[in-house]
């Protein structure tokens, strides 16, 4: 339906549009099939959204925070933003609990100049995700793994997180290439986890 109604939605704007009009047509919900030719720009995200006490999304505080970063992302690219970043961070994607301390770190880095990686979501199965990780990597002057409470779904090959997986890939990369990336694994300094495996992780880790 989301796709039916978006389809509608730009044909019915391409059939009226003037030369000079613009309009951009922003959806909410996923689109899994489209059709806009190169009309159609996405802008990633993995974020979710929880509804404040009323039960309205657009009430949300990280809704509204994820529509300025929209409205800047759209700035750039009606600017034709072209301008050469100095620096590449490999921002890792972390567990739910952790996403919005992710998100924030990635808008503070994304307005002061940095490019942040990946600009695609990851593909779940690991001989796919080691390559686009590795890729990412080699294009990154630092990389950032957020830990949190929660070792996290088992979602590569139904046996290993996927932050434990970018981890581990990133450490078996700095080994081979000690000069080229720097890492940074933030843990909160209040951490407390009842989360058995998290805990046997995270010594490891240490």
């Not at 309009?23 to 509804?51: M, R």
């Not at 998100?103 to 940095?114: F, P, Q, S, T």
């Not at 990780?133 to 779904?153: C, D, P, Q, R, T």
């Not at 058995?196 to 880790?205: G, H, K, S, V």
Request: hydrophobic residues 30%; negative net charge.
């Amino acid at each position: 339906d989301n796709d039916q109604n978006a389809q509608a939605l730009w044909t019915q704007y391409n059939s009226e549009k003037t030369v000079e009009s613009e309009a951009y047509l922003i959806l909410k919900d996923p689109v899994l099939e489209h059709d806009f030719g190169d009309n159609f720009y996405e802008f990633y995200s993995d974020s979710s959204y929880q509804s404040d006490n009323d039960g309205e999304i657009e009430n949300s505080k990280d809704y509204w925070l994820k529509v300025v970063d929209l409205a800047y992302d759209i700035s750039k690219f009606l600017k034709k933003d072209t301008r050469q970043h100095t620096k590449s961070v490999f921002l890792a994607e972390t567990t739910p609990e952790k996403k919005k301390i992710r998100e924030a770190i990635k808008r503070d880095l994304n307005r002061h100049g940095y490019k942040i990686l990946p600009e695609k979501p990851l593909p779940l199965n690991s001989s796919s995700l080691e390559k686009v990780l590795v890729e990412n990597m080699k294009k990154s002057n630092m990389a950032i793994h957020i830990l949190g409470e929660k070792y996290g779904e088992k979602k590569i090959d139904k046996a290993i997180s996927i932050v434990d997986y970018q981890n581990k890939v990133a450490a078996n990369f700095c080994t081979s290439n000690p000069a080229k990336l720097k890492r940074i694994i933030w843990l909160a300094p209040d951490h407390k986890s009842t989360d058995l495996e998290q805990n046997e992780y995270l010594e490891q880790l240490r």
